[in-house]
């Protein structure tokens, strides 16, 4: 495993949790990390989501004493159903949080995209386990009594797949405040800078990214935080006009958001996008698609431009390159609001499961 990888997962840590209420499957997490590396092919790591969802959801059901000691399941999508579906659950309150939208909608949009980029990345091909995770997906909708969404878009995705909306509460996310370094001073040269973080691949927009970083070559510098899935040609044609860094440690993530002046989220599927809470939080305004899900108040703290669209995308950052003040604006209400606070978040949360 790469340097970085393992700094991550140092980071990551339960804080105020007992040690006595968690229960790890280590063995089942190392199977899992094998099977998809190994996993080459998109029909092939969506066979590896099946699996690994099913036997989690399967371990957690064997833990008897820790669903007679509660009277809720709180339990992610794909990883809920046969746990939902064990005798031990029938008189608990079952909980799903949809972390992104439906795999019908988010198949529909990456050969979307890879129809507009073809050779980006690895093609979609047909996916003979598509139906097997859409089935998956129906079952949970249909076993949960509440479905947390983190996003407008991905409870209008569920209504689009013929799901349970009337079951559907949108909770938007929220990250830990403060903490973020000084803002480097402004480029010598005046241009602007451009920050994304996330896998470079076509979910995330990569090739729109990169169209709209050519574009804006002279006025702007971009720079994207994360680890690529493109192809050897598609990484080629993004370090044309980006600088790439690779996966970095959570730990070291605010050295580059102190670096950016824009965080740009070109999505075409999220759930809602975290890095986006990061970047407000860091007092940077968003530029990003409605697909992102991002807490995002269009001419506020940033922009949302429709999805696929360069030109709008070039133009709002242009608009920042030629109007300081305006920059300044949308950077401090990014930066004030306590919107996407955990503490705000956790109210949300409580306050849609008290429903």
């Given amino acids: 495993m790469p340097l970085a990888h393992l700094e991550r997962l140092a980071c990551r840590e339960p804080v105020g949790v007992p040690p006595a209420a968690i229960k790890t499957f280590d063995f089942l997490g190392i199977r899992h990390f094998v099977k998809r590396h190994r996993a080459t092919t998109f029909d092939r790591r969506v066979g590896t989501w099946i699996w690994i969802g099913s036997r989690f959801a399967s371990a957690v059901a064997t833990q008897r004493d820790f669903l007679q000691q509660s009277d809720a399941i709180y339990a992610f999508n794909g990883a809920a159903l046969e746990l939902f579906m064990s005798p031990d659950a029938r008189c608990h309150f079952k909980v799903l949080e949809q972390t992104i939208a439906p795999f019908a909608v988010e198949l529909k949009l990456l050969r979307e995209i890879e129809e507009r980029y073809p050779g980006w990345q690895l093609p979609v091909e047909q996916i003979a386990n598509a139906n097997r995770f859409k089935e ?80 804006l070559r002279g006025r702007a510098v971009f720079r994207v935080v994360g680890a ?12 044309e006009a980006v600088n790439m860094t690779g996966v970095v440690p959570r730990n070291a993530m605010h050295e580059h958001y102190a670096w950016a002046d824009v965080f740009l989220l070109p999505s075409v599927c999220e759930g809602s996008a975290t890095v986006t809470y990061e970047a407000l939080n860091a007092g940077l305004p968003v530029i990003c698609t409605p697909n992102a899900g991002a807490p995002v108040q269009d001419g506020f703290n940033g922009f949302i431009v429709s999805n696929l669209d360069v030109s709008a995308m070039v133009e709002r950052i242009e608009e920042l390159c030629d109007d300081q003040s305006r920059l300044e604006q949308l950077s401090a209400n990014a ?8 503490d705000a978040y956790g109210e949300r949360l409580i306050e849609a499961l008290d429903r």
């Fill in 335 to 342: 930066r004030n609001s306590d919107y996407t606070s955990e």
């Fill in 228 to 239: 690529s899935v493109l192809s050897e040609q598609g990484n080629r044609m993004m370090a």
């Fill in 136 to 215: 998956r997906e129906a079952g949970e909708w249909e076993l949960a009594d509440r479905i947390i969404c983190a996003s407008a878009f991905v409870r209008e995705s569920i209504a689009e797949c013929g799901g349970p909306a009337h079951k559907c509460v949108v909770v938007p996310y929220g990250v830990k405040r403060g903490g973020n370094a000084r803002p480097e001073p402004r480029d010598a040269k005046g241009m602007i800078r451009v920050l994304t973080v996330g896998q470079v691949g076509l979910r995330k927009g990569a090739p729109v990214l990169h169209d709209v970083a050519k574009r």
